[in-house]
Protein backbone atom coordinates (compact mmCIF):
# COMPACT_ATOMS: atom_id res chain seq x y z
CA UNK A 1 0.00 0.00 0.00
CA UNK A 2 1.31 3.60 -0.66
CA UNK A 3 0.54 6.49 1.65
CA UNK A 4 -1.80 8.92 0.64
CA UNK A 5 -0.32 12.48 -0.16
CA UNK A 6 -1.43 16.04 -0.59
CA UNK A 7 -0.83 17.76 -4.03
CA UNK A 8 2.95 19.54 -3.38
CA UNK A 9 5.05 20.84 -5.67
CA UNK A 10 8.20 18.66 -6.73
CA UNK A 11 11.43 19.69 -5.52
CA UNK A 12 14.49 17.82 -6.41
CA UNK A 13 17.19 17.47 -4.02
CA UNK A 14 19.96 16.04 -5.58
CA UNK A 15 19.31 12.28 -6.74
CA UNK A 16 15.64 12.51 -4.98
CA UNK A 17 12.45 14.39 -5.30
CA UNK A 18 10.09 15.28 -2.23
CA UNK A 19 6.67 16.41 -3.08
CA UNK A 20 4.83 15.88 -5.94
CA UNK A 21 3.39 12.27 -4.87
CA UNK A 22 7.02 11.10 -4.51
CA UNK A 23 8.00 8.44 -1.78
CA UNK A 24 8.45 10.03 1.39
CA UNK A 25 12.50 10.69 2.01
CA UNK A 26 13.84 9.52 4.99
CA UNK A 27 16.64 11.94 6.49
CA UNK A 28 19.45 11.91 9.66
CA UNK A 29 21.78 13.99 10.45
CA UNK A 30 25.96 13.65 11.09
CA UNK A 31 26.86 14.06 14.97
CA UNK A 32 30.83 14.05 13.88
CA UNK A 33 32.63 17.46 13.85
CA UNK A 34 32.29 18.62 10.50
CA UNK A 35 35.70 19.39 10.19
CA UNK A 36 36.86 15.80 11.08
CA UNK A 37 36.38 14.57 7.33
CA UNK A 38 36.85 10.75 7.40
CA UNK A 39 34.37 10.52 10.25
CA UNK A 40 31.75 12.55 8.78
CA UNK A 41 32.21 11.00 5.69
CA UNK A 42 31.87 7.42 7.49
CA UNK A 43 28.49 8.76 9.07
CA UNK A 44 27.49 10.49 6.08
CA UNK A 45 27.75 7.05 3.78
CA UNK A 46 26.38 4.64 7.36
CA UNK A 47 23.01 7.00 6.91
CA UNK A 48 22.58 6.81 3.36
CA UNK A 49 23.33 3.26 2.83
CA UNK A 50 20.98 2.71 6.41
CA UNK A 51 18.18 4.10 3.86
CA UNK A 52 18.83 7.95 4.34
CA UNK A 53 17.74 9.76 1.03
CA UNK A 54 18.93 13.31 2.76
CA UNK A 55 21.99 13.43 5.06
CA UNK A 56 22.18 16.68 6.81
CA UNK A 57 25.70 18.30 8.37
CA UNK A 58 26.25 21.40 10.22
CA UNK A 59 28.79 24.17 9.13
CA UNK A 60 29.41 26.81 11.20
CA UNK A 61 33.29 28.40 10.45
CA UNK A 62 35.16 28.24 7.19
CA UNK A 63 36.95 25.16 8.39
CA UNK A 64 33.58 23.29 8.45
CA UNK A 65 32.65 24.88 4.31
CA UNK A 66 36.26 23.49 3.76
CA UNK A 67 36.12 20.25 5.08
CA UNK A 68 32.54 20.32 3.44
CA UNK A 69 34.34 20.29 0.02
CA UNK A 70 36.44 16.97 0.72
CA UNK A 71 33.43 15.47 1.71
CA UNK A 72 31.53 15.83 -1.51
CA UNK A 73 34.45 14.15 -2.93
CA UNK A 74 33.99 11.17 -0.70
CA UNK A 75 30.08 10.37 -1.12
CA UNK A 76 27.60 10.38 -3.53
CA UNK A 77 24.78 10.94 -0.63
CA UNK A 78 22.46 13.78 -0.66
CA UNK A 79 23.68 16.21 1.23
CA UNK A 80 21.63 19.60 3.35
CA UNK A 81 23.65 22.00 5.14
CA UNK A 82 22.53 22.92 8.27
CA UNK A 83 23.46 27.16 8.79
CA UNK A 84 23.13 28.85 11.79
CA UNK A 85 23.89 32.16 12.80
CA UNK A 86 26.69 33.03 10.03
CA UNK A 87 24.43 32.80 7.18
CA UNK A 88 27.12 34.32 5.19
CA UNK A 89 28.66 30.44 4.54
CA UNK A 90 26.15 29.75 2.65
CA UNK A 91 27.92 31.23 -0.41
CA UNK A 92 31.04 28.47 0.59
CA UNK A 93 28.99 25.70 0.89
CA UNK A 94 26.72 25.77 -1.80
CA UNK A 95 28.53 24.29 -4.02
CA UNK A 96 28.78 21.17 -2.47
CA UNK A 97 25.61 20.40 -1.13
CA UNK A 98 22.00 19.42 -2.51
CA UNK A 99 20.42 21.65 -0.27
CA UNK A 100 20.49 25.03 2.18
CA UNK A 101 18.72 24.76 5.60
CA UNK A 102 18.21 28.12 7.55
CA UNK A 103 16.48 28.93 10.50
CA UNK A 104 14.38 31.84 10.19
CA UNK A 105 15.13 32.74 13.88
CA UNK A 106 18.37 32.82 13.62
CA UNK A 107 18.90 35.61 10.64
CA UNK A 108 19.19 38.53 13.04
CA UNK A 109 22.64 37.54 14.88
CA UNK A 110 24.99 38.20 11.52
CA UNK A 111 24.60 41.80 10.11
CA UNK A 112 21.62 42.94 12.27
CA UNK A 113 21.33 46.12 10.06
CA UNK A 114 19.98 44.24 7.45
CA UNK A 115 16.01 43.43 6.15
CA UNK A 116 15.86 39.59 6.42
CA UNK A 117 14.51 39.39 3.47
CA UNK A 118 17.75 40.75 1.64
CA UNK A 119 19.31 37.89 3.10
CA UNK A 120 16.67 35.44 1.84
CA UNK A 121 17.00 37.00 -1.51
CA UNK A 122 20.99 36.04 -1.01
CA UNK A 123 19.65 32.61 -0.08
CA UNK A 124 17.87 32.00 -3.25
CA UNK A 125 20.17 33.44 -5.48
CA UNK A 126 23.29 30.99 -4.27
CA UNK A 127 20.88 28.08 -4.36
CA UNK A 128 19.92 28.93 -7.90
CA UNK A 129 23.45 29.39 -8.95
CA UNK A 130 24.14 26.18 -7.16
CA UNK A 131 21.55 24.20 -7.72
CA UNK A 132 20.34 23.81 -4.43
CA UNK A 133 17.44 23.22 -2.70
CA UNK A 134 16.43 25.60 0.13
CA UNK A 135 14.37 24.18 3.21
CA UNK A 136 13.07 26.80 5.85
CA UNK A 137 13.94 25.12 8.97
CA UNK A 138 11.51 26.76 12.12
CA UNK A 139 11.92 25.70 15.43
CA UNK A 140 9.94 26.40 18.42
CA UNK A 141 13.37 27.35 20.49
CA UNK A 142 14.57 29.56 18.22
CA UNK A 143 11.36 31.28 16.87
CA UNK A 144 12.50 34.87 15.41
CA UNK A 145 12.21 37.23 18.47
CA UNK A 146 10.59 39.64 16.57
CA UNK A 147 7.92 36.81 15.85
CA UNK A 148 7.21 35.60 18.93
CA UNK A 149 6.86 39.29 20.81
CA UNK A 150 3.62 39.67 18.25
CA UNK A 151 1.65 36.47 20.51
CA UNK A 152 0.56 35.40 23.60
CA UNK A 153 3.99 34.12 25.39
CA UNK A 154 1.99 30.98 26.10
CA UNK A 155 1.27 30.70 22.17
CA UNK A 156 4.20 28.65 20.81
CA UNK A 157 2.45 27.81 17.64
CA UNK A 158 1.56 30.79 16.31
CA UNK A 159 4.71 32.40 15.67
CA UNK A 160 6.40 29.30 14.12
CA UNK A 161 3.50 29.05 11.68
CA UNK A 162 3.66 32.92 10.74
CA UNK A 163 7.70 32.73 10.70
CA UNK A 164 7.02 29.83 8.17
CA UNK A 165 4.33 31.31 5.88
CA UNK A 166 6.05 34.78 6.20
CA UNK A 167 9.60 33.23 4.49
CA UNK A 168 7.65 30.83 2.53
CA UNK A 169 5.48 33.61 0.32
CA UNK A 170 8.95 35.67 0.45
CA UNK A 171 10.88 32.89 -1.46
CA UNK A 172 7.96 32.81 -3.89
CA UNK A 173 7.54 36.54 -4.05
CA UNK A 174 10.73 36.73 -5.83
CA UNK A 175 10.49 33.39 -8.19
CA UNK A 176 12.10 30.54 -6.14
CA UNK A 177 10.04 27.68 -5.17
CA UNK A 178 12.14 24.98 -4.85
CA UNK A 179 12.44 25.06 -0.97
CA UNK A 180 10.27 22.93 1.75
CA UNK A 181 9.29 24.08 5.23
CA UNK A 182 9.56 22.43 8.96
CA UNK A 183 8.22 23.48 11.76
CA UNK A 184 9.73 21.76 14.59
CA UNK A 185 8.34 21.40 18.46
CA UNK A 186 9.52 19.34 21.44
CA UNK A 187 5.70 19.03 21.83
CA UNK A 188 3.75 16.30 19.52
CA UNK A 189 0.63 18.54 19.92
CA UNK A 190 2.23 21.66 19.05
CA UNK A 191 3.78 19.61 15.97
CA UNK A 192 0.78 18.22 14.71
CA UNK A 193 -0.94 22.43 15.14
CA UNK A 194 1.54 23.81 13.38
CA UNK A 195 1.98 21.92 10.36
CA UNK A 196 -1.84 21.57 9.44
CA UNK A 197 -1.95 25.19 10.05
CA UNK A 198 0.80 25.86 7.67
CA UNK A 199 -0.76 22.91 5.08
CA UNK A 200 -4.14 24.35 5.17
CA UNK A 201 -2.27 27.81 4.64
CA UNK A 202 0.13 26.85 1.62
CA UNK A 203 -0.54 23.31 1.23
CA UNK A 204 1.23 22.87 -2.07
CA UNK A 205 4.96 23.63 -0.16
CA UNK A 206 6.32 20.18 0.64
CA UNK A 207 6.88 19.35 4.45
CA UNK A 208 9.63 18.36 6.19
CA UNK A 209 8.34 16.46 9.74
CA UNK A 210 9.96 15.74 12.62
CA UNK A 211 10.03 16.51 16.76
CA UNK A 212 13.15 18.08 17.74
CA UNK A 213 13.89 17.22 20.88
CA UNK A 214 12.01 14.35 21.05
CA UNK A 215 14.78 12.30 23.35
CA UNK A 216 16.85 9.04 23.94
CA UNK A 217 14.42 5.74 22.64
CA UNK A 218 12.32 4.82 23.16
CA UNK A 219 10.94 7.84 23.88
CA UNK A 220 12.02 9.99 21.01
CA UNK A 221 10.42 7.30 18.46
CA UNK A 222 7.04 7.10 20.60
CA UNK A 223 7.29 10.87 20.37
CA UNK A 224 7.67 11.50 16.57
CA UNK A 225 4.93 8.59 16.29
CA UNK A 226 2.46 10.75 18.12
CA UNK A 227 3.19 14.05 16.23
CA UNK A 228 3.45 12.47 12.60
CA UNK A 229 0.98 9.10 12.76
CA UNK A 230 -1.93 12.47 12.32
CA UNK A 231 -0.12 14.35 9.95
CA UNK A 232 0.59 11.45 7.78
CA UNK A 233 -2.54 9.85 7.65
CA UNK A 234 -4.38 13.40 6.38
CA UNK A 235 -1.23 13.24 3.32
CA UNK A 236 0.69 16.05 5.21
CA UNK A 237 4.78 15.70 4.99
CA UNK A 238 6.91 14.86 2.28
CA UNK A 239 10.28 13.92 4.36
CA UNK A 240 10.71 13.09 7.23
CA UNK A 241 13.03 12.84 10.33
CA UNK A 242 12.67 10.57 13.56
CA UNK A 243 15.09 12.60 16.16
CA UNK A 244 16.90 10.72 18.48
CA UNK A 245 19.52 11.49 21.61
CA UNK A 246 21.88 7.94 20.20
CA UNK A 247 25.94 8.10 19.97
CA UNK A 248 26.72 9.13 16.31
CA UNK A 249 27.49 5.41 15.81
CA UNK A 250 23.80 4.30 16.50
CA UNK A 251 22.44 7.67 13.72
CA UNK A 252 20.90 4.64 11.49
CA UNK A 253 17.91 3.73 14.36
CA UNK A 254 16.86 7.33 13.34
CA UNK A 255 15.91 5.46 9.44
CA UNK A 256 15.12 2.68 11.14
CA UNK A 257 12.42 4.26 12.98
CA UNK A 258 11.23 5.92 10.29
CA UNK A 259 11.07 2.72 8.04
CA UNK A 260 8.94 1.25 10.67
CA UNK A 261 6.70 4.31 10.98
CA UNK A 262 5.76 4.80 7.18
CA UNK A 263 5.77 0.44 6.90
CA UNK A 264 2.83 0.76 9.69
CA UNK A 265 1.27 3.91 8.27
CA UNK A 266 0.98 2.34 5.00
CA UNK A 267 -0.12 -1.22 6.78
CA UNK A 268 -2.73 0.59 8.27
CA UNK A 269 -1.07 0.40 11.86
CA UNK A 270 -1.84 3.85 12.60
CA UNK A 271 -2.76 3.88 16.54
CA UNK A 272 -1.18 7.07 18.17
CA UNK A 273 0.72 6.21 21.38
CA UNK A 274 -0.34 7.78 24.22
CA UNK A 275 2.21 9.32 25.52
CA UNK A 276 1.23 9.52 29.27
CA UNK A 277 0.41 5.86 29.48
CA UNK A 278 3.57 5.13 28.23
CA UNK A 279 5.92 7.20 29.35
CA UNK A 280 4.30 9.29 32.34
CA UNK A 281 3.74 12.70 32.86
CA UNK A 282 7.19 13.87 33.57
CA UNK A 283 8.70 14.83 29.94
CA UNK A 284 12.40 14.71 29.07
CA UNK A 285 13.47 16.21 25.98
CA UNK A 286 16.68 16.03 24.71
CA UNK A 287 18.51 17.42 21.25
CA UNK A 288 19.70 14.60 19.14
CA UNK A 289 23.62 16.25 19.04
CA UNK A 290 24.66 17.15 15.66
CA UNK A 291 28.48 18.86 15.00
CA UNK A 292 28.30 21.41 17.50
CA UNK A 293 27.84 19.29 20.57
CA UNK A 294 30.65 20.25 23.12
CA UNK A 295 31.03 17.01 25.14
CA UNK A 296 29.96 13.76 23.45
CA UNK A 297 29.25 12.59 27.29
CA UNK A 298 26.48 14.91 26.55
CA UNK A 299 24.25 11.96 24.90
CA UNK A 300 25.24 9.19 28.27
CA UNK A 301 24.26 12.21 30.50
CA UNK A 302 20.49 12.46 28.38
CA UNK A 303 20.45 8.89 28.88
CA UNK A 304 21.04 9.14 33.17
CA UNK A 305 18.75 11.88 32.92
CA UNK A 306 16.22 9.27 31.98
CA UNK A 307 17.03 6.67 34.70
CA UNK A 308 17.81 8.69 37.63
CA UNK A 309 14.47 10.47 36.95
CA UNK A 310 12.45 7.39 36.90
CA UNK A 311 11.26 7.71 40.52
CA UNK A 312 9.22 10.94 39.36
CA UNK A 313 7.49 9.52 36.00
CA UNK A 314 4.16 11.23 37.06
CA UNK A 315 5.28 14.49 38.26
CA UNK A 316 4.10 17.43 35.71
CA UNK A 317 7.30 18.55 35.26
CA UNK A 318 9.64 19.10 32.39
CA UNK A 319 13.69 18.67 31.91
CA UNK A 320 15.59 19.63 28.90
CA UNK A 321 18.99 18.08 28.14
CA UNK A 322 20.66 20.16 25.45
CA UNK A 323 24.03 19.55 23.49
CA UNK A 324 25.59 23.11 22.91
CA UNK A 325 25.52 26.99 23.33
CA UNK A 326 23.99 27.45 20.35
CA UNK A 327 20.80 26.15 21.42
CA UNK A 328 20.71 25.05 24.58
CA UNK A 329 20.51 28.18 26.46
CA UNK A 330 17.44 28.97 24.81
CA UNK A 331 15.86 25.89 24.26
CA UNK A 332 16.02 25.81 28.01
CA UNK A 333 13.88 28.54 28.44
CA UNK A 334 10.37 26.89 28.85
CA UNK A 335 11.46 23.95 30.81
CA UNK A 336 11.33 23.31 34.45
CA UNK A 337 14.90 22.33 34.81
CA UNK A 338 16.92 22.67 32.35
CA UNK A 339 20.28 21.34 31.53
CA UNK A 340 22.57 22.76 28.16
CA UNK A 341 25.91 20.86 28.15
CA UNK A 342 29.56 22.51 27.81
CA UNK A 343 32.65 21.35 27.16
CA UNK A 344 33.48 20.89 30.87
CA UNK A 345 30.17 21.90 32.80
CA UNK A 346 26.94 21.45 32.34
CA UNK A 347 25.10 24.88 33.15
CA UNK A 348 21.75 24.18 35.11
CA UNK A 349 18.37 26.36 34.67
CA UNK A 350 15.20 26.72 36.52
CA UNK A 351 13.17 28.09 33.68
CA UNK A 352 15.19 30.93 32.47
CA UNK A 353 17.15 31.25 35.27
CA UNK A 354 20.23 30.00 35.40
CA UNK A 355 21.24 27.87 38.79
CA UNK A 356 24.39 26.91 38.33
CA UNK A 357 27.57 25.09 36.55
CA UNK A 358 28.36 21.92 37.40
CA UNK A 359 31.01 18.97 36.26
CA UNK A 360 29.44 15.84 34.34
CA UNK A 361 29.76 14.20 37.44
CA UNK A 362 28.04 16.71 39.68
CA UNK A 363 24.92 17.43 37.83
CA UNK A 364 22.63 14.67 37.90
CA UNK A 365 22.47 14.84 41.77
CA UNK A 366 22.36 18.48 41.33
CA UNK A 367 19.06 18.02 38.79
CA UNK A 368 17.96 15.52 41.59
CA UNK A 369 17.88 18.28 44.52
CA UNK A 370 16.15 20.56 42.13
CA UNK A 371 13.80 18.05 40.57
CA UNK A 372 12.75 17.21 44.13
CA UNK A 373 12.17 20.78 45.28
CA UNK A 374 9.76 21.21 42.38
CA UNK A 375 7.66 18.23 43.91
CA UNK A 376 7.44 19.82 47.20
CA UNK A 377 6.54 23.49 45.94
CA UNK A 378 3.81 21.53 44.12
CA UNK A 379 2.71 19.44 47.33
CA UNK A 380 2.97 22.40 49.94
S1 LIG B 1 21.30 21.79 20.81
FE1 LIG B 1 23.28 22.12 19.84
S2 LIG B 1 24.20 20.06 19.79
FE2 LIG B 1 22.04 19.78 20.15
S3 LIG B 1 21.21 19.43 18.06
FE3 LIG B 1 20.94 21.62 18.59
S4 LIG B 1 22.73 22.61 17.70
FE4 LIG B 1 23.20 20.41 17.81
Not at 93 to 101: F, L, T
Not at 103 to 121: A, C, M, S, T, Y
Not at 193 to 212: I, M, S
Amino acid sequence: MTIQRNPTREVVIGSVTIGGGHPIVLQSMAATKTYDIDATVATVNMLSSSGAGIVRIAADTKKDARALASIRQETEANLSVDLQENYRLAEEIAPYVNKIRYNPGHLHHFEPQLPWQDKVKYFADIATKHDCAIRIGVNCGSVDPAKQGKFDPEDMVSPMVESALEHAECLDSIGFSRFCVSLKDSNPQHVIEANERFAAAKGDVPLHLGVTEAGVPPDGILKTRAALIPLLTKGIGDTLRVSLTVPNVQKFEEIISGRELLDDIAAGRTDVPDLEAELGRLNIISCPSCSRVENAAFVTLAQQVREATRYAADEPFTIAVMGCRVNGPGETDHADLGLWCGATQVNLKRKSQVVGAYSYEEIIPKLLEYLNRLIEEKEE
